[in-house]
């Protein structure tokens, strides 16, 4: 007999309720479509959620609704085919599929993000769902941390940003036909470099990482090709590593999820 599919938009209604009978926790990937330099494709933050969540869940037996594509993703806007959502869009749209997934039975729904500039507006989104739904766990994993520190671990150029080293190895590892490793370059500005000195590389004398925050900078600041790092450095050796960890995380964040009590379990014990 064949083995039944963990993705949400494969099943029948009559599938998806006996694998809600059995697991009550499923994984929301949300991500963005967004310049991602001239190696990778636009699609590529939302194709590794997809990637992560579903390799998390054959080993794990949850299911994986559709992934949200779009996320907040200005500060890419003046790259041609990137599409952004305003924050309130975004809250709009997860707020909703969350109450329809509940409306169901889910009581454990995983919100996995695969784009950095989605963090806050997810925060808010779930803090706005924990309130409106009592008792439902509600949880958020973004990939940058799910690695365990992996892709600074396995970079050989030091910077770990955007379209760089980390990132493409990931996408070669995981859907190597739409990589263009031809294309693939090492852009570090002046202008980048102070500000991923400043801001973003924690440790760094003198670094403001963590103290203040003034938002991402229009990326087309900082670079003319969209890479921030160095994506010719990129092999999908290092890639399966990276993703490795992101895999083994997140088995950890679904088991941890399964055996939290419900918000009002707690409440009543």
Not at 125 to 150: F, S
């Amino acid at each position: 007999m064949a083995k039944i599919s963990l993705r949400l938009e494969e099943l029948t209604w009559q599938e998806a309720k006996a694998c809600l009978e059995k697991n009550d926790l499923i994984i929301l990937p949300i991500a963005s479509v967004e310049q991602h330099g001239p190696a990778l494709p636009l699609g590529t933050d939302s194709f590794n959620a997809a990637a992560v969540a579903q390799l998390a869940a054959e080993k794990t037996g949850v299911l994986v609704a559709p992934t949200v594509m779009f996320g907040v993703s200005h500060n890419h806007i003046d790259f041609c085919g990137t599409m952004t959502l305003r924050p309130d869009t975004l809250i709009a749209v997860i707020m909703d599929l969350v109450k329809s997934l509940h409306h169901h039975g889910f009581k454990r729904i995983l919100l996995l993000n695969g784009h950095g500039g989605n963090n806050a507006t997810i925060d808010v989104a779930a803090i706005q769902l924990r309130i409106i739904l009592k008792n439902v766990l509600i949880g958020h994993a973004y990939i940058g941390t799910l690695d365990g520190g992996a892709m600074h671990q396995y970079s050989t150029s030091g910077i770990v940003y955007h379209a760089d080293e980390g990132e493409t190895s990931v996408a070669l590892s995981l859907w190597p036909k739409l990589v263009k490793m031809t294309r693939a370059v090492r852009t570090v500005t002046p202008t980048f470099q102070s500000y991923y000195d400043n801001y973003y590389s924690a440790g760094k004398t003198g670094s403001l990482t963590g103290i203040v925050s003034y938002g991402l900078p229009p990326t087309i600041t900082l670079t003319p090709t969209g890479t921030m790092g160095d994506g010719s450095a990129a092999t999908a050796e290092k890639g399966a590593k990276i993703v490795e960890a992101y895999v083994a995380n997140m088995v950890r964040v679904i088991e941890d999820m399964m055996n939290l009590p419900l918000p009002d379990q707690a409440a009543a014990g």
